[in-house]
């Protein structure tokens, strides 16, 4: 089992920045791949990023490349997502998932794992 606890959700002006950090615990975290989704009320959970076990390959959806970055430190059990030139379009729920699958994916019907999620709200 893996627990994950997001935070650093909060209210930002749009041109603004946010970190949200995912804390892990459980049965060999480094061994999973990594991710972070996004749903606003009333929409479809929607992929924002993910990163492989060792952290060398990542993959971002292309509303947030250019703008956001996953990364993890496997000695903190700790997984990141710095958030550069906020958008009111990036409102949303955040949250954390993981899987010990074989392959990337971007499909959250694969993650067998999820934190709570924190908002992120961004001002016009």
């Known amino acids: 089992q893996v627990q994950l606890v997001e935070s650093g959700g909060g209210l930002v002006q749009a041109g603004g920045s946010l970190r949200l950090s995912c804390a892990a615990s459980?049965?060999?975290?480094?061994?999973?791949?990594m991710a972070w989704f996004r749903q606003a009320p009333g929409k479809e959970r929607e992929f924002v990023a993910y990163?492989?076990?060792?952290?060398?390959?990542?993959n971002y959806a292309g509303a947030v490349k250019g703008r956001f970055t996953i990364s993890r430190d496997k000695a903190t059990n700790t997984v990141y997502l710095q958030m550069n030139s906020l958008k009111p379009e990036d409102t949303d729920v955040y949250y954390c998932?993981?899987?010990?699958?074989?392959?990337?994916?971007?499909?959250?019907?694969?993650?067998?794992?999820w934190g709570q999620g924190t908002q992120v709200t961004v001002s016009s």
């Open positions: 998932a993981a899987t010990g699958g074989s392959f990337f994916t971007i499909a959250s019907s694969a993650y067998d794992y």
């Open positions: 459980g049965r060999t975290f480094s061994n999973y791949v």
């Open positions: 990163i492989s076990q060792s952290g060398a390959a990542k």
